[in-house]
């Protein structure tokens, strides 16, 4: 169960990493680094929801390593959102972004890598 959980999550992050790169590549709306970054952030802060929610389903059942599964799981994610993103607008799944998710700035390409496999792998441990 705890590897369909995983590939779940996966697969749901590898293709929102996908059509964001699709939906920001060639429009108007994104001419901008301001319009970019916003866009951005809000699409992170959108799937945060959908963890949150995971999370507080996890923390009424009582399921305390499900929880931890579904943050560790989560975040492995992220990378493989990001991973993703890259291929498909930059060419390069490893390209460093110059945005920012409001002040933070983004992680340089290559920090999605080790994120990746350290969190699968304890994921995977639990």
């Given at each position: ?56 389903i996890c923390i009424g059942l009582h399921e305390w390593t ?6 560790l799981g989560s975040i492995s994610g992220i990378a493989v ?39 699968s792998i304890v994921y995977l441990a639990v």
């Amino acid at each position: 169960m705890k590897i369909l959980f995983l590939a779940g999550l996966y697969i749901y992050w590898l293709f929102e990493g996908i059509t964001e790169a699709i939906a920001t590549t060639n429009n108007p709306f994104f001419a901008t680094k301001s319009n970019q970054d916003e866009y951005h952030l809000y699409r992170i802060l959108e799937n945060l929801g959908i963890v949150i929610m995971i999370c507080a389903i996890c923390i009424g059942l009582h399921e305390w390593t499900w929880l931890f599964r579904t943050v560790l799981g989560s975040i492995s994610g992220i990378a493989v959102y990001e991973m993703f993103f890259n291929l498909v607008k930059y060419n390069n799944p490893l390209h460093n972004k110059t945005s920012k998710w409001l002040f933070i700035p983004h992680p340089k390409g290559w920090v999605w890598i080790p994120i990746f496999v350290v969190f699968s792998i304890v994921y995977l441990a639990v």
